[in-house]
């Protein structure tokens, strides 16, 4: 599985971005997938998760409630993040990642790096 992560940038808090991430060699949709990041200086984070399908819940940490949402198009082999309401906390450098299950991940992207200015 190749995952390829597009979408980062500089954006002002209070904006918004939208990250992609592109799957290739393999059926994308029968793989759970995920968001990382990896803060200067942190250890990585899970941000969120959905399933192979999108049909259960998703995970979110708490401290993207309610701002980022995960989706998926299986039909695109693309896994979404939108990221609204962005806070300087949020900058960080962000992962794909693909797995059999929602907390068990075995491939990754190289990551995109966010960038939020206070």
């Keep these: 599985v190749q995952l390829a992560e597009s979408g980062g940038g500089l954006v002002q808090a209070g904006g918004s971005l939208r990250l992609s991430c592109a799957a290739s060699g393999t059926t994308f949709g029968s793989y759970a997938m995920g968001w990382y990041r990896q803060a200067p200086g942190k250890g990585r984070e899970l941000v969120t998760t959905i399933d192979s ?66």
Excluded: H
Excluded at 70 to 85: F, G
């Design 53 to 118: 399908d999108g049909s259960r819940s998703r995970y979110y940490v708490d401290s993207v409630k309610g701002r980022f949402t995960i989706s998926r198009n299986n039909a695109k082999n693309t896994l979404y993040l939108q990221m609204n309401s962005l806070k300087p906390e949020d900058t960080a450098d962000y992962y794909c990642a693909a797995g059999r299950s929602r907390f068990a991940f075995t491939f990754w992207g190289r990551g995109t790096q966010v960038t939020v200015s206070s």
